[in-house]
Structure formats: structure tokens, C-alpha cells
């Protein structure tokens, strides 16, 4: 049994939105997916798709995408991406109702794997935009942007929490977290989510959303004060799922 994880699948099987504008590993990405996950993932295994999982915007216009997801293997838990307009915060329960059996929405809930809980939301973090010297150095920034950013990442951070409390009350101890958003942003050591995820003792801090090779640095990757933090958007690993856990 293994705890894997993987992001941005971007799919648009009905929204007609091709990838392949944004690089040679988007091309035909979605045959990629399908391809890995199945060598890889077995039927008892659980999947983490860190959201971006479809360009549709109404549940109607993903169904085709869902349905793509749904036939890989293993248990597949979803996170609430940037663009999945589709699923409105609030109607969390409303989707796990409608795909019992089939998939779970990790939102204001948790979820189980082995002896640990799976918390998450999708985060939030500040992208700029940045001002840079002549050497490509940040030197300044939108504040403005700076102070909408910190309301939307303390909302996260709320929501976040509840996911912990509610594990914390069922009994759990041992916390993998995940996020859509990077934990912090590019200026940044150490942030609420970090904190959040020190404070509870997370093993591990899943991430994704990063694009393209200039963005995979944006955030914490490896140990940072006992945490491990892993990035897995779908280009940066090429499409292939990340073993989190055995
Ligand atoms: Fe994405
Ligand atoms: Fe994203």
C-alpha cells in the first residue's frame, strides 16, 4: 500500500483548452498521466491529485475530465485548485454526495491513510508582482496586491485548520498536509502554513501549482525545520506520481 500524489492534470477533454502552448511536456499530457499512474499505482493505493484538475467551469463541462480521473487506479482524493471553478467552496458536501465511492473532495474534511490524517485546502500566497533590479533581483513589489493576498491567505489558513481540528478530534496525530498553492511565497522563509504544519508535527507538506522551470524554485523543497516539503505539479514531475508514504 503507498500514498502517492500529483498535480495540475489540467485536463479539457470538453473544454477544448490544449496545453501544448506552454511547453514539449504538455504535449499530448494527458496520455502521459494515464500512462504513469497506471504503471505505478495499484488498485489499494491512494492517489492525491493536488488540484488544476479541469479547465471546465461548471461541474457540466468536467465530466469528461472527472470521468478521466475516476478510471485510474486507486483511491483518488482531490484538492480544491486555483482554476477548478467547477467546485464552489461551499458545496464541498454537495460533490462528495454526488462521486461516493468514486472520488473524495478534500475541503473543510479529512482524510485517512494508514495511521496518519490527510489535511488540506488549497492555500493561497502572494505572486507578485515583483519589481526586479537589473540582475533580476527582487527589489520591490505591489503592496496593494501584498495586503489582498494576506486576507486570502488567512482565509485559507482557517479553512485549513478546520481540516486539522476535525482530525485532531477524531483522534489522529500524524498529519501529511496538502496544498494547492506553494506554503510560502518566493520572499518568504516561513509563512502560516509552515507554522500550521510545524506547530502540528506534518511529516510531510504536498504542493503544487508551480509551472514551468523558473517557477519550481518559488517555494520550500526538501527539510526545513522537520518538515519535508514536496512539489508535484504535473510538469515537474513529468507527469509521473510522487511516492509520498509507503
Ligand atoms: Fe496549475
Ligand atoms: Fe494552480
Known sequence: ???????????????????????????????KIEKYVNQLVRPEDTLVLTGDHSWGRRLSECQEDLAFIERLPGRKILLRGNHDMFWDVGK?????????????????????????????????????PFYLD???????????????????????????????RQAEAAGYRKFIMFLHYPPTNVLEERSVFTDMAEAHGVSVVVYSHCHGERRFGDSLRGEHRGVQYRLVSGD???????????
Open 1 to 31: 500500500m503507498a500514498l502517492f500524489a500529483l498535480g495540475d492534470l489540467h485536463l479539457s477533454f470538453q473544454a477544448n483548452k490544449p496545453m501544448d502552448a506552454f511547453g514539449a511536456v504538455w504535449k499530448r499530457h494527458e496520455a
Open 92 to 128: 464541498t458536501e454537495r460533490l462528495n454526495e454526488a462521486f461516493a465511492g468514486r472520488l473524495f473532495f478534500l475541503q473543510n474534511n479529512f482524510a485517512v491513510y494508514q495511521d496518519y490524517a490527510l489535511v488540506g485546502t488549497k492555500g493561497f500566497t502572494f505572486e507578485g
Open 134 to 164: 537589473r540582475r533580476g533581483r527582487i527589489v520591490d513589489w505591489d503592496e496593494t496586491r501584498e495586503q489582498q493576498a494576506k486576507k486570502l491567505v488567512a482565509r485559507e489558513a482557517e479553512r485549513l485548520m478546520q481540516s486539522f
Open 236 to 246: 515537474y514531475l513529468r507527469f509521473k506520481p510522487e511516492k509520498i508514504l509507503e
